[in-house]
């Protein structure tokens, strides 16, 4: 069974359901998609995504804002640590730094990530990281405000060997998602090979990214099991034991509370 373990389950697109929730997330149950986390960009749209996802077995979440929503909604250690005390919660982020397409936000952005770091300290919760040309001052704010005995995950990665390797001496685990099977992604497809399978997890981050041969389309959970089969095939192992491996390591991560 696989684990989708970052989706933005509010923002997925319903039409081919009719609007029906209920219906995608059969969908992806019958692809044996068995869990989900949905995961928050920021506590303006916190409560509908609550709302929409809460009281589902399958479905995790997590709260946070997201660094290119920082400077819309300034969240605090506080907000963040009242939040997570919600059953369903079982992580904090999204969170991190994106310097790509914001560099006169760094500030804020900053201050969010270590706001989440600090939550993180103060609740058990590991963090979801979402980092775009910020290698050191993420790593750097990491080692600085975070617990190694806590950690987290580096979602939807695309950034260097060197990079993976640090994060995981952080205690860090990596998430891959459909880009890894985007042709263009040959680079990162050598990461793969070089991340130990026990500290890989696998995502869509839907409605983005859909993964070959979906491209084109609106991004889903069900569509996991292609993430994995690209690293089953990069690996070496047959899909099955990427999912079982996966799911393992999500389990330890969001729930060893």
Known sequence: ????????LDKVDLTPYNGDFEAMLAAAHDRDVSRMLCVSIDLEQFERMYQLAAGRDQVDMSVGVHPLHAHETPVTTQQLV????RPEIVALGETGLDYYYQ???VDVQQAGFIAHLQASCATGLPVIVHTRDARQDTLDII???GDPAVAGVLHCFTESREMAEQALALGYYISFSGIITFRNAESLREVVKQVPM???LIE???PYLAPAP???KKNEPQYVPEVAQMIADLKGLTVAEVARISA???NRLFYRR
């Open 214 to 216: 979906y491209r084109g």
């Open 198 to 200: 026990e500290r890989i």
């Open 248 to 250: 393992d390591n999500y």
């Open 204 to 206: 869509t981050d839907s």
């Open 103 to 105: 560099t006169d936000t």
């Open 1 to 8: 069974m696989f684990i989708d373990s970052h989706c933005h």
């Open 82 to 85: 009242e939040l997570a005390q």
């Open 143 to 145: 080692r600085e405000h």
